[in-house]
């Protein structure tokens, strides 16, 4: 076996990065593993202690898949294989119509689509009898949720039937955001003014007590699904309880550390230094500052932006993470192979994007502050189209910048592998 664990690699995009990232700090080695690789009998081949699945969307993921790779994800956990989802992971394990139907669960529907702009450490409960939380977890503790999705358990569903919520929300942690709103720091007292004067409900209500962690048995394997993303670089209740869950994945493994360090992309030595991934860099870079200087973007931490609702802010943050995540890898045979034959291409294509877009956010500011003078309903025409031509339909991940991660990806599984 050549690491024990396995981490889908399919439409991860930043998310993967950050596991992989994060395994390593841990001391667990990892290999990505591509959906055509496990359609091809992979998990068979070579049976990972656990397959990790990183967040993302799910659906690509199913469909990446094919029946094939369905069918062998499912064999590897009813022989006895572990499945760890993660957000998006999460998903692709429920029963619905693009799921595995590893647990009986459901997706949570989105009640009121502010519910889906939730971000930053929660509160959360966990069942003190489950084997799935460390010891010496408060009470009452904290994790980080990006953009969660929710459970659902199946009609008539009693406690002890099938799976088991191993941590449960308890509220908003202090960086708690519903958008570009900093919920996590207002008072109660203001967000209760908040209901009582204008019927503004703020917190989500599946902050209160609704699941976030679950785990539960398929065939003679098992699964755990955490909308928690554990993985998060300087969390330090979430990373302990990764490196808990890991050494009960592999019980003869050696985890090497509780933390998963900070991330500081920009202060990183580039170790695969090419000239094409710097110019994309800089012209990246160049955007997102003329997305703050247009107020429609914002710096939340030194790996993810913040930005204004409607906006691509994902989009451009997992750009340049992947970026930075390949610049930061030492390069290797096939990547310096991949790369010599795509990166002059990539790097062009990069500049024309950002050139677009430089044009973009100040004309999208423009057409925000003209429809709340004018009362003007909808967005014009010409920036919507644009909008779709960039990134694709909402909620984004295609377009032009859909198109340049998916060559970093590429790239990135051939530096990781």
């Not at 990446?64 to 499912?74: I, P, S, Y």
């Not at 209160?208 to 955490?226: E, K, P, Q, T």
């Not at 202060?267 to 090419?274: G, Q, T, V």
């Amino acid at each position: 076996m050549t690491a024990p664990f396995a981490v889908l690699w399919d439409h991860a995009h930043v998310w993967g990065l950050l596991l992989c990232r994060g395994l390593a700090a841990l001391g667990a080695p990892c290999r990505p593993v591509t959906c055509a690789a496990v359609a091809g009998g992979a998990l068979a081949a070579d049976p990972p202690k656990a397959l990790l699945v990183p967040g993302g969307f799910s659906r690509p993921k199913f469909a990446a898949l094919g029946e094939a790779g369905q069918r062998a994800v499912r064999d590897y956990v009813a022989g006895g294989g572990t499945y760890f989802g993660v957000c998006g992971g999460c998903g692709l394990a429920l029963s619905h119509e693009a799921g595995l139907g590893l647990c009986d669960w459901t997706r949570r529907p989105f009640a009121d689509r502010l519910e889906h702009l939730a971000s930053g450490h929660v509160r959360l409960r966990g069942d003190a009898a489950s084997p799935y939380l460390p010891a010496g977890l408060p009470e009452d503790f904290q994790a980080p949720v990006w953009w969660p999705a929710g459970f659902v358990p199946p009609p008539g569903a009693s406690d002890g039937d099938g799976a088991a919520v191993v941590a449960a929300y308890a509220g908003p942690g202090e960086d708690f955001m519903l958008a570009d709103i900093a919920l996590g720091a207002m008072p109660g007292a203001l967000l209760g003014a908040c209901q009582e004067r204008f019927g503004l409900t703020l917190a989500p209500a599946f902050l209160d007590g609704g699941a976030c962690v679950i785990a539960g048995a398929f065939g003679h394997g098992r699964y755990v699904l955490s909308h928690a993303h554990l993985e998060t670089p300087d969390s330090p209740q979430a990373n302990a309880w990764l490196a808990h869950l890991l050494g009960i994945f592999d019980p003869d493994g050696e985890i090497g550390g509780r933390l998963v360090p900070a991330w500081h992309p920009a202060k990183e030595a580039r170790r695969f230094a090419d000239v094409h991934l710097e110019a994309a860099r800089r012209d990246i870079e160049s955007v997102i500052a003329a997305g703050i200087e247009a107020r429609l973007l914002m710096r939340r931490s030194d790996w993810l932006l913040g930005w204004r609702p409607g906006m691509p802010g994902f989009s451009l943050s997992n750009l340049s993470a992947l970026l930075a995540g390949a610049s930061a890898l030492p390069p290797t045979e096939a990547a310096v192979a991949y790369w010599r034959q795509t990166g002059p291409d990539f790097a062009q294509r990069a500049a024309a994007f950002a050139r677009r877009l430089e044009v973009f956010f100040p004309a999208q500011r423009l057409e925000i502050t003209l429809s709340l003078v004018e009362r003007r309903a909808g967005a014009d025409p010409g920036l919507a189209a644009e909008r779709r031509e960039l990134f694709g339909a909402s909620p984004g991940g295609g377009g032009l910048c859909g198109e340049l991660a998916a060559t970093l990806d590429a790239l990135l599984l051939r530096l990781l592998s």
